[in-house]
């Protein structure tokens, strides 16, 4: 009697210890299913939807937009690329006495870098976006080498109306609207960069014209921060008009370009693309080759605003450059709208002397001057041969037709 007592004790103690061992794996499972569940959930949600929904940002919509609103400073990405006119569209800030205007600041980091293929580079352009717009303009050290950072290493310094004016210089005053002389600003004292982040924190709206953000998804992450308040400006312009622009300012472009053409080397398409095929002109091979990965890029973007949040659409603003130039004073009013800035007569005038000069461009590319807007508009026509147009016309069919553009008619070429 007294063994099988023992027995049934010691089957009984048995089954207890396994019932404790197996608890754990029991809770482990079921964490580990539930995990699945939720990941399966996600799995099966839009994609588009995913790269607004970032599971580290406790932010609801609503507190978002709240947050925004009490953001005291705006900040305007104008998001374009080479040779659309994006010098011109800057200028319009630059130009406006409550603007704070950097001209392509992250070309310290493709130059820095160089030669670096585009994408790899795309999230230190955030990057420095993101402390320059916050007023920190020590991350220019990280691409300085052994420059000193002052005034006059910001790239395009000599055309900046801040930097050239009091109290930082006295070539220019803020108020008087006027191309910046670079002559004149070049001879400005060098000033600390610790006095330019002074300036930057005294305007109301501050705006940064880039060309080197490929894909604007990459700025989800300034465009989701309360604190930045980030609005976007993208401009776009005829394809036919940006390759012809390219063309004429080739030797220019062709680091640039590379860069870009580099970026997508992993595909057999690109891969085509980066050997020109006719090696006696291969500046013009690459910067042909670039024009189809941006109409590429510019039909991603389109896609990405398409699907994104009204929360966003709500602080993106799309452009043609064709719009601009022909009818000025009203799309100076609507960029002034989205970025909270007033117009008066002075900004009107300004605006339609620069687009009623005379003249193509000028001989040197990237120069800001007064064109005439019919001529910069429709000078592809007469620049392109019918073979060229044809080729920018396939590769760039959607995003023509997403923006308006008609294709070319053979018998009026």
Known sequence: MTRRLQKKYLMIILGYSVLLLLIPYMLDYRTKSAHIIKHGQQQRRCPDSEIWNNSNTTDTTEDAAVNRSLSNKMHIYLHATWRTGSSFLGELFNQHPDVFYLYEPMWHIWQSLYPGDAASLQGAVR????????????????????????????????MNKVICSEPLCDGHKRNELGLVKEDVCGKCQRKDIKELERECKKYPVMVIKGVRVLDLGVLVPLIRDPTINLKIIQLFRDPRAVHNSRLKSKQALVKESIQVLRSRKQTEKY??????????????????????????????????????????KRNFMKIRYEDLVFHPLAELQKLYRFSNLSSFPAMDKFVLNMTHGSGYSSDKPFLISSRDAKEAIFAWRERLNVEQIAEVEAYCSEVMRQLGYQKNSLDKT
């Open 271 to 312: 891969k085509r693309l980066l050997v020109p095929n006719n090696r006696g002109n291969r500046a013009e091979n690459y910067v042909s080759s670039a024009m189809e990965l941006i109409c590429d890029n510019w039909l991603n973007d389109m896609m990405l605003i398409l699907n994104a949040p009204y929360w966003v």
């Open 127 to 158: 990057d420095m976006m993101d402390a320059l717009f916050r007023c920190d303009f020590s991350v220019l050290k990280l691409y300085a080498g052994n420059q000193n950072i002052s005034t006059a290493f910001i790239f395009g310094w000599k």
